[in-house]
């Protein structure tokens, strides 16, 4: 079985920053994509920031050039920092993690969330 455990988010002034992580633990072999997603109040969740195994990320248009997602792969863990937040990035912050279990099998856990609030 696997664990996820996000920290990091709160309340920030507009402008400010957060940064948020997600620890994976367990009967981890690999660990493939590590995504981070988002759902405010009365929206579907979506998509928010992406990293793979070897590096390579993607955004979504709208948090380019504030958000950066980074991994540690020896910490199992997924960091996403946000700088220049707007009260639009207000949202429960949920991580996503596939990978391959030490049994072989393939496994994709979600976090348990953490909330965001961007308010004066």
């Known amino acids: 079985q696997v664990q996820l455990v996000e920290s990091g988010g709160g309340l920030v002034q507009p402008g400010g920053s957060l940064r948020l992580s997600c620890a994976a633990s367990?009967?981890?072999?690999?660990?493939?994509?590590m995504d981070w997603y988002r759902q405010a109040p009365g929206k579907e969740r979506e998509l928010v920031a992406s990293i793979t195994s070897g590096g390579s990320t993607y955004y979504d248009d709208s948090v380019k050039g504030r958000f950066t997602i980074s991994r540690d792969n020896a910490k199992n863990t997924v960091y996403l920092q946000m700088n220049s937040l707007k009260p639009e990035d207000t949202a429960v912050y949920y991580c996503n993690v596939y990978g391959l279990a030490s049994q072989g099998y393939d496994f994709n856990y979600w976090g348990q969330g953490t909330q965001v609030t961007v308010s004066s």
């Open positions: 367990g009967s981890i072999f690999s660990i493939n994509a």
